[in-house]
């Protein structure tokens, strides 16, 4: 399912009302969902146009997969730059080739780091956290204390910790929005410690917005009542 979504939020400026950014998760690369999937998943993605992209991980769960990653996201288009961090599946991996591979094709590796943008003359702070699985949390006492925060999560577990440092809008996958989800009684499995709350869709968490993607794949292929995702966001201003 394509998704479109728009966010008016308090710190957006006007100077970038409609920004927009091309959200993929969960991309869960097997063989089992054939390359021929993936590849009208990265056309379906750049027909969005969008001007950032945020790839929020688990990407790899065979070796064999490892060349996919350029050939696929290196086709990705974005205007103003491509963000990623892993999840948990690419830390049972080689996730230092993993990073290479993406760096290679132009991403910005951001987990337990942040940069800053200049986007029309305001200031945007981009962020990433792969905790709990690798790394560390990004230290963001030097940012601009006016700057829209943007954060890239695998699990929206860390939407808490986002919370309290005035994170503006927070993007995860991780739960695949339960992948079988069943009639009144939603989803069976949720890999989250908050059980079922961040299982798709939008959550307010004191100042944050989180954005749950159901992921575009899984490592095991069955979905019921829980299309895979491809996601445009779109900032509005006021």
Known sequence: EVLERTYRLPRVPAEWDGLSILHLSDLHFTGTVGFEYFEQVIHEANEL???LVAVTGDLIDRPSCYEWVPRLLGRLKSRLGSYA????????????????DLAGIG?????????LL???GQPLVVAGIEAPWMGRLPDLAATPADAFR???SHTPDNAPWASGQ????????HNHGGQVRLPVIGPVFMPSRYGRHFDMGAFQVGP???????GVSGKHPYRFGCKPE?????LRSG
């Open 230 to 234: 491809l996601t445009k966001i779109i």
């Open 118 to 120: 200049d986007i029309k």
């Open 107 to 115: 991403f910005r590796m951001i987990a337990g780091r942040w940069e």
């Open 150 to 152: 943007l954060l890239l």
């Open 166 to 173: 005035r994170i503006d809008l927070m993007l995860a996958g």
């Open 49 to 51: 146009n969008c001007d």
């Open 208 to 214: 944050t917005l989180v954005h749950v993607s159901r």
């Open 85 to 100: 961090v892993l999840g948990n599946h690419d830390s049972w991996r080689d996730h230092d080739r993993i990073r290479r």
